[in-house]
């Protein structure tokens, strides 16, 4: 995520951690005491963005587990999470399909809450496609990107 920010570097970033957000696991029965304050903040930081650059690591073919517990919290105060707001998708797993399972099910899911997908990117074999110090170092992976970044730009 770090760096596809880098590609909008005359652009105010707020980079959301899904760490900083951990709450109870969602059930109906926790949500008659209320909503964690965290799923709030979640609302306000997607409100306050002008664009949406979502990042979803595949695991077992679907979404985190702290991406679903965040979603489904913010869901039920606002069903429009991503409140219409334009979004460049991507996803990435150690796998060859490159997180294309969760890419599969965001287009189709996250529209219906609000996400107005402009460009979608998945990225294979994360480990040997990516280095933390270089981002991307697949020429080809690294060009799709950036032309999808470029588009993407060009949307919004």
Request: glycine letters at 6%.
């Amino acid at each position: 995520m770090r760096f596809v920010l880098k590609s909008f570097p005359n652009e105010e970033v707020n980079l959301i951690d899904l760490n900083a957000y951990l709450m109870p696991l969602f059930s109906v029965d926790l949500e008659k005491q209320g909503f964690p304050e965290k799923a709030h903040q979640f609302l306000s930081n997607i409100e306050e963005a002008d664009i949406i650059i979502c990042s979803l690591a595949e695991n077992n073919r679907s979404y985190s587990a702290a991406f679903k517990n965040i979603f489904d919290w913010a869901s039920r105060i606002n069903v429009k999470v991503f409140q219409n707001k334009p979004m460049l998708l991507m996803s990435t797993s150690p796998g060859g399909f490159g997180g294309g399972n969760v890419m599969a099910e965001a287009s189709k899911f996250f529209p219906q809450f609000g996400a107005d997908i402009k460009e979608t990117f998945s990225l294979p074999k994360f480990y040997e496609n990516f280095d933390l110090e270089n981002g991307i170092i697949n020429p080809e992976l690294l060009s799709d990107l950036n032309g999808k970044i470029e588009n993407f730009k060009n949307q919004i």
